[in-house]
């Protein structure tokens, strides 16, 4: 299992201005933050992100959303780091997320639900390289 995901604060959680609270969550659950930063997605590289969702009826709510404002992609690090990031922001739709969660606590809807994280170690690179380069990420180490 690899040791590294890719968070995204999403434009929600930019919006209710609560990066902080949501960093603190992730950071006192183990993770290590290797990269960081704050962007706006245009429509067309939300469209890009969230590609394996196309043809999906929320893939439209979605990438408007996405780049409806700024959003913080990060690069996680801890052991096993796609499951573990999964389970600290919790299911997609904040009602059946578990208590203690980032969506649980966090979230509003099953579209607006403050965080992004990769599902697999493969998605996982492919995620990191659509925001950061080799070299910022051997530069934060
Ligand atoms: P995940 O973010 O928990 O991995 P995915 O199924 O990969 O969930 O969906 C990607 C994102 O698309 C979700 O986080 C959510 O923002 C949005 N989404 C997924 N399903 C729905 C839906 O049924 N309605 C509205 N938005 C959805
Ligand atoms: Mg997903």
Same mark, same amino acid.
């Given at each position: 299992?690899?040791?590294? /995901?890719?968070? *995204?604060?999403? &434009? $929600?959680?930019?919006?209710?201005?609560?990066?902080?609270?949501? *960093?603190?969550?992730?950071? $006192?659950? @183990?993770?290590? *933050?290797?990269?960081?930063? +704050?962007?706006?997605? /245009?429509?067309?590289?939300?469209?890009?992100?969230?590609?394996?969702?196309?043809?999906?009826?929320?893939?439209?709510?979605? /990438?408007?959303?996405?780049?409806?404002?700024?959003? #913080? &992609?990060?690069?996680? +690090?801890?052991?096993?780091?796609?499951?573990?990031?999964?389970?600290? *922001?919790?299911?997609?739709? &904040?009602? $059946?997320?578990?208590?203690? /969660?980032?969506?649980?606590?966090?979230? $509003?809807?099953?579209?607006?639900?403050? #965080?992004? @994280?990769?599902? =697999?170690?493969?998605?996982?690179? #492919?995620?990191?390289?659509?925001?950061?380069?080799? =070299? =910022?990420?051997?530069?934060?180490?």
């Amino acid at each position: 299992m690899g040791n590294v /995901t890719l968070g *995204i604060l999403k &434009p $929600d959680c930019v919006r209710k201005n609560i990066q902080g609270k949501v *960093i603190t969550k992730i950071q $006192d659950a @183990g993770f290590k *933050i290797l990269a960081m930063k +704050q962007i706006r997605m /245009t429509k067309q590289q939300a469209e890009g992100f969230y590609a394996v969702h196309k043809g999906r009826p929320f893939y439209e709510e979605l /990438t408007k959303f996405m780049s409806s404002g700024p959003c #913080v &992609p990060m690069v996680l +690090q801890k052991d096993d780091a796609v499951a573990a990031f999964r389970k600290t *922001i919790g299911a997609t739709d &904040p009602k $059946d997320a578990d208590p203690g /969660t980032v969506r649980k606590e966090f979230a $509003d809807s099953k579209g607006e639900n403050i #965080v992004h @994280g990769s599902d =697999s170690d493969e998605n996982a690179k #492919v995620e990191i390289a659509y925001f950061f380069t080799n =070299s =910022s990420l051997i530069a934060n180490q």
